[in-house]
């Protein structure tokens, strides 16, 4: 009974680990799919890097997570970070600029 416990914990953490490795893969996902259907011209528009700039980063940082398979990984941690100052600030400044309202 003694050797239970660190067997079960060895599972929860491999299921952590399992849904930290998904959602960083859906995260990177969207924000490359997001990349690439928008338009070349909008992204100097807002101040930002240009659309082969953002493509190249998501996808070689997506690439690197696949690779390592891990999300706690240098290269898991930056894709993420990669991704979500995407999502953040550019994809908002990109629906703004297409909104033509601005924002709040």
Request: hydrophobic share 60%.
């Given at each position: ?54 493509i ?10 696949l ?30 600029l ?7």
């Amino acid at each position: 009974m003694a050797n239970a416990a660190p067997i079960f914990v060895f599972d929860v953490r491999y299921v952590i680990e399992l849904i930290l490795f998904v959602f960083a893969l859906i995260v990177q996902g969207v924000a490359l799919v997001h990349a690439v259907t928008q338009r070349s011209d909008a992204f100097p528009a807002i101040g930002t890097l240009p659309k082969g700039g953002w493509i190249a980063i998501l996808a070689v940082t997506l690439l690197l997570t696949l690779l390592t398979r891990s999300t706690l990984s240098i290269f898991g941690l930056i894709g993420v970070a990669a991704a979500l100052i995407y999502l953040l600030d550019v994809r908002v400044g990109l629906r703004d600029l297409g909104d033509n309202r601005g924002s709040w």
